[in-house]
C-alpha cells in the first residue's frame, strides 16, 4: 500500500484555502481534498519504493501564515507473516483480559496529568484500578504455564473520557497509546516479549464509534464524519434487518447507522474519508506494533461492505491476517451471515471468523445448566455443532465460556467446581480456537448486570493482594485444582495434533450423556461428558467408528486408565478426555 490519505487539522480557520506543498525524494502530493470545515485538508501521498525513511516536510501557504508541519515516514518492519501478522488458526488457544483490571506493573502511570478521568479506586467497578500493559509483561511466564499462544485485551488506544473508561472501547485519539497503560513504548515492550516467546499479539479494533471527545465528534471535517439524527436515535441491536428479505429500510439504517451509546457517536463509513481514516489507522497498528491479529468490536453494526474493504486491505498487506468479529446474535444462521459462509445470498462477508456466541450462549450453557430432555441440556451443544455445515471453516470459530460483557462462566453454573471443570474440559477439547477469560482458572465469579461485576481485580495483580493466583498464595483447593486442570490441559493441547487441528465425530446425547471425539492420522481423544446428576457406564464398543482398533484408553488429565473391554462409570457432572492408545 503505497498511497495514503493524510488528514491535516490546523487550529486556524480558513487553513483549508492554503496550497500544499511536499519537498520530498520519492514521496509525492497528489489530489489535495477541502472539506466544509475550514480548518481541515485532505493530502493524497503516493510513496515511492526509492523513498527512504525520514521526516517529510509539508508546507501550506496562501493567505497569512505560512504553516510547516512534519510527517514520519518510518522504514517497514520485517518479518511479516512470520515475526508479526502471524494470525490465529485452531492451533492457537486466546486469553483475554482486560489490563486495567490485570496487573499493577507501573504505578508512575496510574494517573495522568490533563486527562478528564482522574479516578483511581479498586473499590469501585467504575473507576480506574491502575493495571497496565507493564502488569500483562510480568506475568507473561503465567500465561505460558497454561498453554496460552495469544493475548487478546480489551483496548488499548487513548480513552480521555470523564468517566468509565476502565473498558477502553470510547477512542478519543487513534494515534495515541493509553498513556495510562504505559503509551506505546510500553504496547511495543509488550509486543517485541511475546514475539520472543512464540506467541501472538491480537488487537481490539473498534469501527463502529467513538468517544464524544474524539476530535471526529468535537469538531469534525464535515458533518457526515458521523451518522446525524434529528434526534438521538440508537441502534437496536437487532441483526435480522441487514439479512431479512423482508426487512424494512428504515429498520436497516437504524440498526447499523444509530448510536451505541451517547458516549460513543456512530462513525458513518459511508463517507471515503472515513473509511480511508479507518483502513490507514488498522494498517498503521499492525506495523507499528507488531499486530498478528484482530478482534472487532460490534461487528453487526458496521457498514458491511466497510467491513469486507477493511478486512481485504489487511489481508492484502499482510496475507496471513486473521481477523473475528463480535457478533452477538441468536441463531447459527444469523452468525454464519456476518462471517465466510456457504449461503447463496447477495452479500457475502470475507470475515474469516466471528466470537461464537452459539455454541457459547446456546451450547455449553445449557449443557451445563438445563436439564436434559429431546431438545434441551447438552443436546442444545450438540445442536449447535451440528449446524457448521453452514460455515466455510468452523475450525476458525473462536469459542468461549464468557467475556467481558457476559455473566461469568462460574456463577452461571451457580459455582459448582465440577460443572466449571466440565466447561473448561469442553473449550480446550471442542473445535475451534478456545479463549479464556481471565480469572475463568480461578473461579471467578460475577453476574452481568451491572457488567461491572465481571470485572473484577485479578488476584495477586497488585501489591499487597490477600490471595494470589499468580503464586498460588491465598488460593482454595478448587481454585487451585480447576487452574491445575487448566495448566495440564492446556498444555497438553499445545502438542495435540488431534485437538489443534483434527477432526471432530459427535454422537448423539444419551440421557444427558454426550460424547465426542476429536481425531487425525496420529492421535485420537475421546471427550465424554456426563451431564446428568447420576453415573453413567461408559461402553466403548457404542463407538466402534472411532475406538475400533484401540485397546486401553487414558485419561490426559489425571492417572485413569481404562481397557477397551472394560465398562467404566463415570460420576455425575463429570468429563473425562481419553487418549486411545494400542
Not at 298 to 320: G, Q, R, S, V
Request: with cysteine; proline share 4%.
Amino acid at each position: 500500500m503505497n498511497k495514503v490519505q493524510i488528514l491535516v487539522q490546523s487550529t486556524t480557520d480558513g487553513f483549508s484555502t492554503k496550497k500544499a506543498s511536499i519537498n520530498y525524494p520519492g514521496v509525492t502530493l497528489g489530489q489535495t481534498h477541502v472539506f466544509e470545515n475550514g480548518k481541515y485538508l485532505a493530502l493524497d501521498v503516493t510513496i515511492s519504493d526509492a523513498a527512504k525513511p525520514g521526516m517529510v516536510n509539508i508546507t501550506f501557504a496562501g493567505a497569512g501564515k505560512t504553516e510547516k508541519v512534519q510527517w514520519e515516514l518510518k522504514a517497514r518492519r520485517s518479518g511479516n507473516g512470520t515475526q508479526y501478522a502471524q494470525g490465529l488458526s485452531s492451533s492457537d488457544f486466546i486469553y483475554f483480559l482486560m489490563p486495567d483490571r490485570f496487573s499493577n506493573g507501573d504505578a508512575s502511570n496510574d494517573k495522568i496529568a490533563g486527562m478528564r478521568d482522574q479516578s483511581l479506586n479498586r473499590d469501585s467497578m467504575y473507576h480506574r484500578h491502575g493495571g497496565d500493559m507493564q502488569g500483562v509483561i510480568n506475568h507473561l511466564d503465567y500465561l505460558q504455564s497454561m498453554g496460552v499462544t495469544a493475548l487478546w485485551m480489551t483496548p488499548v488506544l487513548e480513552n480521555d473520557m470523564p468517566n468509565r473508561t476502565e473498558h477502553g472501547y470510547a477512542f478519543t485519539d487513534h494515534y495515541t497509546i493509553e498513556p495510562r497503560f504505559g503509551g506505546s513504548d510500553a504496547y511495543k515492550k509488550l509486543s517485541d516479549a511475546l514475539h520472543k516467546r512464540g506467541m501472538k499479539l491480537i488487537q481490539d479494533a473498534v469501527y463502529n464509534h467513538v468517544g464524544s471527545f474524539h476530535f471526529m465528534m468535537v469538531d469534525p471535517p464535515a458533518k457526515d464524519w458521523l451518522h446525524q439524527w434529528p434526534h438521538y436515535t440508537n441502534t437496536s441491536f437487532k441483526d435480522q434487518p441487514l439479512f431479512d428479505p423482508y426487512a424494512a429500510e428504515s429498520d436497516k439504517k437504524i440498526t447499523t447507522d444509530g448510536w451505541f451509546t451517547r458516549q460513543m457517536p456512530d462513525l458513518n463509513q459511508y463517507n471515503p474519508y472515513v473509511n480511508n481514516f479507518l483502513i490507514q489507522h488498522a494498517i498503521w497498528c499492525v506495523e507499528e506494533f507488531g499486530v498478528d491479529a484482530w478482534r472487532i468490536d460490534t461487528y453487526i453494526y458496521n457498514d458491511m461492505k466497510f467491513m469486507n474493504a477493511c478486512n481485504a486491505a489487511l489481508i492484502k498487506e499482510y496475507p496471513k491476517m486473521f481477523m473475528f468479529g463480535e457478533t452477538w446474535v441468536n441463531g447459527v444462521l444469523n452468525q454464519a451471515y456476518f462471517t465466510k459462509n456457504k449461503f447463496n445470498i447477495p452479500f457475502k462477508s470475507n470475515l474469516p471468523a466471528t466470537c461464537d456466541f452459539q455454541t457459547c450462549l446456546y451450547g455449553i450453557h445449557p449443557a451445563l445448566t438445563e436439564k436434559f430432555d429431546w431438545a434441551g441440556g447438552v443436546n442444545k451443544l450438540y445442536t449447535a455443532l451440528a449446524s457448521d455445515f453452514v460455515y466455510e471453516n468452523p475450525n476458525n470459530e473462536v469459542i468461549f465460556l464468557d467475556n467481558h460483557d457476559m455473566s461469568r462462566i462460574f456463577s452461571v453454573v451457580d459455582s459448582n467446581v465440577a460443572k466449571q471443570k466440565m466447561g473448561i474440559e469442553w473449550l480446550l477439547t471442542s473445535r475451534g480456537i478456545p479463549q479464556l477469560y481471565y480469572g475463568t482458572e480461578v473461579c471467578m465469579g460475577g453476574y452481568s448486570n451491572p457488567d461491572g461485576l465481571v470485572r473484577h481485580d485479578f488476584p495477586g495483580g497488585w501489591d499487597g493482594d490477600a490471595k494470589n493466583a499468580f503464586t498460588g498464595n491465598g488460593l482454595n483447593d478448587d481454585e487451585k485444582s480447576v487452574q491445575s486442570l487448566v495448566k495440564t490441559l492446556g498444555n497438553f493441547r499445545k502438542n495435540s495434533s488431534a485437538l489443534k487441528t483434527g477432526k471432530l465425530m459427535q454422537y448423539l446425547p444419551q440421557d444427558g450423556l454426550y460424547v465426542y471425539f476429536r481425531y487425525d492420522a496420529k492421535q485420537t481423544i475421546m471427550c465424554v461428558m456426563n451431564t446428568s446428576d447420576k453415573p453413567k457406564e461408559i461402553d466403548f464398543s457404542k463407538y466402534a467408528e472411532r475406538t475400533a482398533g484401540f485397546t486401553n484408553a487414558k485419561s490426559v488429565v489425571g492417572s485413569d486408565a481404562y481397557s477397551i473391554t472394560d465398562k467404566p462409570t463415570i460420576g455425575s457432572y463429570n468429563m473425562w478426555v481419553l487418549e486411545l492408545g494400542k
